[in-house]
């Protein structure tokens, strides 16, 4: 077999992410997802978190029609490894069954499945009826997977959820959607209920849902009363993902039938400080039970800290250096990659927030970089700081 039968075979190999979903509960734990980011979901961001532990990870959102027309919007939208084989699913911006099936045609060799944005609260976006616009068309969402599951079955993918792989075919590939809520909740249950389809033969394999609504700006906490109305009607029907407030491991506003933590890194508190702060502290109320809860999707709190689903409560160095060596492999450009690192080596989004691994001044010095050379240079220059004379950043090629 030729090396570039041996990448193609690859390529197509890919584990079903339902399997992973599978995988994940045999664990006693949610599946972790790393959430579609506009610029920066790229290949050495999806590796990085990958490698700390986050079992699916999402593309930016590709706008379908331009995927479709354009080999270089395919090219810079789209990339994949065929060394280290990332679980990702290619989401798409769509308004149109033929756009959408056929890009995930395209697709569909060199990823893992794909998803629908019925999400994104943009403004270019709704006025383009996608992302969240979609919301408002059910009708118009539902023949879109169905379009697109017809067409992967018709170039010989497996697309049966009850068979999450398929030996003796291509391979199989999801089909997903991603949503926001309505402020009146029956709407969405409204719309949920339409895509689903036959809940025996479902239209989608999974549900990701967002839980605030169009309008709902980030600062504003998710709604958890209609997480738990959406999970608990729709959770034994199929998977679901939340995105939105997953910051840390240790500080989810819920709990689930499953135990989120692989490990504890954080030590518990003795009890002469719990007696003391129980006294001084209001009680709190109890945190909604959502058993029927699949899985988690971070996004800000990924970006600024890669290791967050491996237990870690703010980013490690070891993160920073699995990224720049993953840079090294899968380039980025210099403004795009920089930023990453300033949103690593900044307080992030944890309990401890004066955890930085850079100074407010360090972090503006290294935006005045002007080379990877530089940024190198000078992250080296800071580590053997750090390390006493240590040896800075860990080459691993």
């Not at 060394?83 to 290619?90: E, G, K, Q, R």
């Not at 992302?131 to 408002?136: F, H, R, T, V, Y």
Request: neutral net charge; glycine residues 6%; aromatic residues 6%.
């Amino acid at each position: 077999m030729d090396s570039e039968h041996e990448d193609d075979e690859l390529l197509q190999r890919k584990i079903h992410p339902l399997k992973l979903f599978d995988i994940a509960k045999s664990q006693k734990r949610l599946l972790y997802a790393c959430a579609p980011m506009v610029r920066y979901s790229k290949l050495a961001f999806r590796q990085t978190v990958h490698h700390f532990g986050t079992d699916l990870c999402w593309t930016p959102m590709i706008l379908a029609k331009e995927f479709n027309r354009n080999q270089f919007a395919r090219d810079s939208d789209l990339t994949v490894s065929t060394s280290a084989d990332v679980p990702t699913i290619a989401q798409f911006g769509a308004n149109d069954p033929t756009e959408l099936s056929r890009a995930a045609s395209l697709a569909a060799p060199f990823v893992s499945g794909v998803d629908l944005n019925c999400g994104c609260p943009q403004s270019w976006a709704c006025a383009e009826a996608l992302g969240a616009a979609l919301m408002e068309r059910r009708e118009l969402v539902r023949a879109m997977v169905v379009a697109t599951r017809e067409r992967l079955a018709s170039d010989g993918w497996g697309v049966d959820p009850s068979r999450a792989s398929d030996p003796g075919g291509r391979g199989g590939r999801s089909v997903s959607v991603k949503i926001r809520i309505h402020k009146d909740l029956r709407k969405t249950m409204d719309f949920v209920t339409t895509v689903l389809g036959d809940e025996h033969r479902r239209n989608i394999d999974w549900l990701t849902i967002h839980p605030r609504t169009r309008n709902t700006p980030s600062s504003v906490s998710i709604n958890l009363e209609a997480l738990e109305i959406l999970t608990s009607t729709f959770g034994a029907k199929l998977p679901i993902l939340v995105s939105g407030d997953v910051f840390a491991l240790s500080m989810l506003p819920y709990s689930s039938q499953q135990p989120t933590f692989t490990t504890s890194l954080s030590p518990s508190p003795s009890p002469s400080l719990s007696s003391s702060s129980s006294n001084n502290t209001p009680p709190q109320p109890p945190k909604p039970h959502l058993p029927n809860l699949s899985g988690l999707m971070s996004a800000r709190a990924l970006l600024a800290n890669p290791a967050l689903f491996a237990g870690h409560n703010s980013c490690p160095w070891a993160a920073v250096d699995e990224f720049m060596n993953n840079v090294a492999r899968a380039p980025l450009p210099l403004k795009l990659g920089v930023h990453h690192l300033t949103e690593m080596c900044g307080p992030g989004f944890g309990p401890d927030r004066g955890a930085a691994l850079l100074g407010k001044r360090e972090r503006v010095r290294l935006t005045e970089m002007g080379s990877w050379v530089d940024v190198i240079d000078y992250m080296d220059e800071v580590r053997k700081q750090r390390d006493g004379g240590g040896e800075g950043v860990v080459r691993f090629i």
